[in-house]
């Protein structure tokens, strides 16, 4: 616990820092992030004592998902499961925190990207980083030789924001994975049989797909004279062909300048402009298990936070609304003191599986329930009025082109389910 | 092990401690299978409601969750200063919740969120409880007319717990000011109205003599007051019960019990249009734990439980006792603890005991006679002879195409035995069979796996042909 005074003196040092980068119109994001660290010290002031600053963020790098980014996640998501599902694979799910030890040792230099959980006396815990490890942990464990499987879950990177500018320490990935001994390159195939399924589907515009083996690479090399252990470097230095001009390329290869960092590997550990990457590992597994078995495994991860992007990007500029609800009908009332009867006629939809809402408001103006329908999309209005109930019947309108029919009340729910199934589904 | 481990460092292979962190575990397909049924009906639910659905990172900052969890702050997992911002995981959706509300300014939103939280429960208290499990949110946020937003609630775990098969059920409601109320005529001082709460709280688990006991013996109160308390929560009722306990001598006298009575009144007439007053119960013993509930506090309970592995005491997952699947209430004051101004948003919502119902399900499943695929595959491409790879391949990529679910061994010359087997251990319910003479006939083979009965079709009517087959 630090000391008040203490607090209070690092809180005047930092309200310094801010002030001065203000005047120097520094960036919006350096003054935030000094922002930021000035209200948690305020904050840690206020202790427990009731109110007190609050800072309304996020962690660093990470986000909310507002109703508008899970309805167009979903779609994509749905498609891509979809795809999965097609080719006959199940799915798993692994905890969001391995054992340290679990992760140590197989991400390389990029372990220290790794988040770590405080010792609070227990294991000691990591976040996972990516999920093909907790995948290669997952079978050896339960001594899975032979599995076809998809996971689509969150990973956690502390990646450096100087270098990575706009991107997400939280972020998706979707991984599909053969495991198992077969016939060479049917799985192989079949994973990029998905690949093309889906990036199709998505319909992101044209796409190809790059493939190359390892060993085709490490025999290139072998040929053209690079000695032995310089194989992994040399080959980090021909991925970079993708954003590099060939004389960059060689001139790091020659003079074995420090590469100055450009964009890098993004979240699927594929170039800048990729959307998917794999291959066949069939190693991993081996380093889990106990007798070192192996079990060769083929896979592709999905850029699914790249994908996301452009799909939010096209909803933003297209005309069509993305709605965030998949109501068909609001119950709604032309006068007062029909509440009643609106709740009856709302539970009744309800019962007959109908998506409905109705406002919860005791005698809400008729104009206010149009404009709800229209702000969310909502393509029926059912109106009850006084007359209507006394001849036994009910308006519906379509909310766009406001034709009306009247339903007879008694066979409501087999007339909207028509109605429903015709044009609306 | 782990200290072994360690010893190994990064020297290539060393010894693994081939385990899950402690209260945490993978799901397997089986389990996954399962998981994706329950979703489903219940996500259905809250669509069907007009609801939408937000997502918040896995992490919060420290100090977004510090102060609102009471004595359960010790139980959050906090990640290791790394040199940035103190983070801790989230060990609610309803804190998150109530973060991004004040964080976007929002002051109306009908919305779900499913998602995994986090609890270093205390093994020796709580054993067999996960310290990583699902949490099922569903909350109104608003100014609205009075009871209709709490009614839907209601209607919503009624139309869950139906569709989800588990037996019967009832939903216990009360409200926080009838509690209030009942224990200010009763003659509890004001400053133990909340521990004499979490008294009460218990009588679903403990015999009054023993609730009272506590109230006696451990709380303070005198007999009188314990005994006066004891006449009202053995209360039970419907509509009729708010009715009588309005005309009640003392409680009428209170203006918050009246008020909480009044409520109940006309959430039980919005019930009765939603037609589902004949499983709740407005009980006065309900009395749940949390602090921020300002209003109607609800628990839905299966007659039938399963006892869940010794868990004793104690709310579970969902912030409710044992054998109760969901819990929630009004909590109008948690938003304007996060926005600067203090500006109110009041919020009714409810908590889906998801994982309990994994449990059931997953019991369910391991007595029943029908298999849990874990698969949606339709077909399986598979041939009666050698070297017919090429076909088979070519039949399994046009199916594909047209959106048939498909799979074919990763084996150039794959005994039909072997295939048929991977039919029956999967569930998968036709296989299509290449052979010489068919492809000569330029026919193929469909077998149900089942029922052994085979149709011959076409070749190129197959796709129309398994596009219309039901089974």
Partial sequence: MADKAQLQEAIKTQGEVVR?????????????EEVAKLL?????????????????????????YNPKQMAIREKVFNIIISCFKRHGAETIDTPVFELKETLTGKYGEDSKLIYDLKDQGGELLSLRYDLTVPF??????????????????????RDNPAMTRGRYREFYQCDFDIAGQYDAMIPDAECLKIVYEILNELDLGDFHIKVNDRRILDGMFAVCGVPGEKFRTICSTVDK??????????????????????????????????????????GLVGMFDPKGRKVPCVGVSIGIERIFSIMEQKAETSSEKVR?????????????????????????????GIK??????????????????EETGIPLVAILGEQELKDGV???????????????????????SCILTKHFD
């Fill in 356 to 373: 409905v809402e109705v406002l919860y408001k005791k005698n809400p103006k008729l104009l206010s329930q149009l404009q709800h329908c």
């Fill in 40 to 64: 948690q010290l305020k904050a840690q002031l206020g202790g427990d004592e009731g109110k007190h600053v609050f800072v309304l963020k996020t962690a660093k790098g990470t986000r909310d």
């Fill in 324 to 352: 965030t609800t998949e109501t068909q009908v609001l119950v709604a009332s032309a006068q007062k003191n029909l509440l009643e009867e609106r709740l009856k006629l709302t539970s009744e939809l309800w019962n007959a």
């Fill in 136 to 157: 290669a942990r997952y079978l050896a464990m339960n001594k899975i030789t032979n599995i076809k499987r998809y996971h689509i879950a969150k990973v956690y990177r």
């Fill in 394 to 416: 009910v308006k519906l309108r379509n909310v766009a082109s406001r034709e009306e029919v009247r339903l007879i009340v008694s066979q409501i729910v087999y007339n909207l």
């Fill in 20 to 32: 001065k980068l203000k005047s120097e119109k520094a960036s919006k994001e350096q003054i935030d």
């Fill in 241 to 282: 062909l993708d954003k590099m001009a060939w004389e960059d390329v060689k001139k790091e290869m020659v003079n074995e300048k420090a590469p100055a960092e450009q964009n890098g590997a993004d979240e699927a550990g594929v170039s800048v402009g990729s959307v998917a990457g794999g291959g066949r590992y069939d």
